[in-house]
C-alpha cells in the first residue's frame, strides 16, 4: 500500500509560478525598505522559549510552537509530580526552545546580543517565515512569512512618519489601495485612566481590538466579563467610537485627555507624525482609528495596521513602538519602533484583485526548439551566450514532435520561441516566434538580443 502523504495544516508548498509571485512581493518591499536605508539581517527558526514566554501576552504564549528536547526528553523528568492537564507546566520541563512567533522579538534578542558590533540607530529589514499555533482559516496560516523593518535605538517621531511613507509606497507599487490606521497606545492608557482602572489596561486593548470583528455589544460583554463596570464603559465607549476627521479627532482627545498626562502625550505624538506627513503627499488614505489597539503587550506608542479596501480580508501589515522590549533582556532605555507586512495576505490580496504582473509568472524568456543534434548544438551555444548576457532561456532537451515542444512552451508562459533549422544553421541566424502574436521572423543574434531584452 502506498503511503498517503501530506502536509500540516496550516502550511503549503509552493510552485514556481508561486514562487514568481511571491519573489515579486519580497522584492518589491526590499526595494522600498533600501530607498529608507534598511539593512538585512536573518536569525533563526528556533530560539530558547526563556527569549519568547512572556512577550506576547497570555494569548500569544498559548500560540507558541514547542519544540521538545533532543532524545530522551523524558530523561530525568519525575512524571508522577506532572499533571498532564497543565500543559504548560509540562512543556516548560520538556521544551527547551520553540518556533519564532515573529521577528520583533527576535530582532530584540539580536540587539542585545550583538550590541558591540552594531552601530545605533540600527534600521534593520528581515524577511523570514514565523509560526504560530493558531486555526488555520482564509488568511491565516500557522507558517508565513513578515517582512519587518525596525529602527532602533532612537525615539525621533520621523521613523512613524517614514512607516506610514513606507506602507504608502510599497502598496502604490502593488497597486493596491489601503486604509493605512494609526493609533497610540499612551492614548489606550490614558482610557484606563480615565476609568481609573489600569489594572485592566491589557484586557481593555484585547477586548477593543476586536470590535471589527464582533461589534461594540459584544466588545462591552468582554469587558463587563473582564470586571469592567456599567459605567465605566460607557465613558470610554465614546473615546472608542470617536469619529470625524483626523484634525477633529485630535482637537476632541486634546480635551478629553487634558487632565491626564499619559493620554495627552499619546495625541501630542499623533499630531507630531501628522504634520511630519504634510510634507509627503500620501497616495492611500491615513486615518486614526481609536480601537485599534493591536492587543500585544510591548507596544508604548504609535501603532499602525492596514486594510485592503478592495478585499475582505484581515490586516496585511502592522507594527508600532515598542520602547521597552529590549529591556527584557537586560538592555534597557533603547527605543525601538517598527512595522511587519503580512506577505502571504499580500499575495492573497493581489491574486484576488488579478495584480500581478504578467511576467512575474515567468522563469524564462525564450525556448530553443530541438531538431536535432547538430541544431541543439548552436542553440546551447547561443543560449551560453544569451545567459552570460542575463538572458533567461531554455532548450528543449528531446527531439520531439514540434507541437509537443510548442505545447511545453505555451504551457510554461514562455513568451518567444526560438527555431533553429538547416537554413538558420548556415546562416547563423534564428527563427523567432512570438507565442503571444503568433508572429514568426528570421533575425540576427543582436536582433534577438534586442527583441528578448526589449
Known amino acids: 500500500m502506498s503511503q498517503k502523504v501530506g502536509i500540516p495544516k496550516g502550511t503549503r508548498d509552493f510552485t514556481p509560478v508561486e514562487m514568481g509571485r511571491r519573489n515579486y512581493i519580497f522584492n518589491t518591499i526590499k526595494e522600498v525598505y533600501r530607498l529608507y536605508g534598511f539593512e538585512p539581517i536573518e536569525t533563526p527558526a528556533m530560539e530558547l522559549l526563556s527569549t519568547l514566554l512572556g512577550k506576547y501576552g497570555e494569548e500569544g504564549d498559548k ?14 523528568v519525575d512524571l508522577a509530580k506532572l499533571d498532564p492537564n497543565k500543559f504548560q507546566e ?55 512569512y513578515q517582512c519587518d523593518a525596525d529602527v532602533i535605538g532612537s525615539d525621533s517621531l520621523i521613523h512613524e512618519a517614514e512607516i506610514v511613507m513606507m506602507i504608502d509606497e510599497v502598496f502604490s507599487r502593488f497597486g493596491v489601495r489601503v486604509e493605512i490606521k494609526i493609533n497610540n497606545r499612551k492614548i489606550l492608557s490614558g482610557m484606563a485612566n480615565r476609568i481609573n482602572r489600569p489594572d485592566l489596561l491589557t484586557d481593555i486593548t484585547i477586548g477593543i481590538d476586536k470590535l471589527e470583528k464582533i461589534g461594540i455589544d459584544n466588545v462591552k460583554t468582554e469587558l463587563l466579563n473582564k470586571g469592567l463596570t456599567e459605567q465605566e464603559f460607557q465613558t470610554i465607549k465614546p473615546i472608542i467610537l470617536l469619529q470625524g476627521s483626523n484634525e477633529e479627532k485630535l482637537r476632541a482627545m486634546s480635551v478629553m485627555f487634558e487632565a491626564d498626562a499619559e493620554g495627552k502625550k499619546g495625541v501630542e505624538e499623533l499630531q507630531q507624525v501628522l ?34 479596501l478592495d478585499v475582505s480580508i484581515g490586516s496585511i501589515c502592522g507594527g508600532g513602538r515598542y520602547d521597552n522590549l529590549t529591556g527584557v533582556f537586560g538592555m534597557p532605555g533603547v527605543p525601538g519602533v517598527g512595522i511587519s507586512f503580512g506577505a502571504d495576505r499580500i499575495y492573497d ?24 543534434a547538430n541544431e541543439v548544438i548552436f542553440a546551447v551555444e547561443t543560449a551560453t551566450r544569451l545567459r552570460r548576457m542575463g538572458v533567461a532561456v ?35 541566424s534564428y527563427g523567432l516566434k512570438n507565442m503571444v502574436t503568433g508572429e514568426q521572423q528570421t533575425v540576427s543574434f543582436e536582433q534577438l538580443v534586442s527583441k528578448l531584452t526589449q
Open 63 to 76: 500560540l507558541l510552537f514547542r519544540i521538545l528536547n533532543s532524545g530522551n526528553f523524558l530523561q530525568g
Open 90 to 144: 509540562l512543556s516548560g520541563v520538556i521544551c527547551e526552545k520553540g518556533l519564532r512567533y515573529d521577528l520583533t522579538v527576535p530582532l530584540a534578542r539580536f540587539v542585545v546580543q550583538h550590541r558591540d558590533e552594531i552601530i545605533f540607530p540600527f534600521r534593520r529589514y528581515q524577511i523570514q517565515p514565523v509560526w504560530r499555533a493558531d486555526r488555520p482559516q482564509k488568511g491565516r496560516y500557522r507558517e508565513f
Open 275 to 308: 504634520d511630519i506627513l504634510r510634507t509627503y503627499e500620501l497616495k492611500n488614505q491615513l486615518q486614526i482609528d481609536l480601537s485599534l489597539a493591536r492587543g500585544l503587550n510591548y507596544y508604548t506608542g504609535c501603532i499602525f495596521e492596514v486594510k485592503a
Open 349 to 372: 490580496v493581489l491574486e484576488q484583485l488579478n495584480s500581478f504582473p504578467e511576467s512575474v509568472s515567468r522563469s524564462v524568456q525564450a525556448m530553443f526548439v530541438n531538431f536535432g
Open 394 to 428: 531554455d532548450v528543449y532537451p528531446e527531439n520531439a514532435k514540434l507541437k509537443k515542444q510548442l505545447n511545453y512552451a505555451d504551457a510554461k508562459n514562455i513568451p518567444f520561441v526560438i527555431f533553429i533549422g538547416d537554413q538558420e544553421l548556415k546562416t547563423r
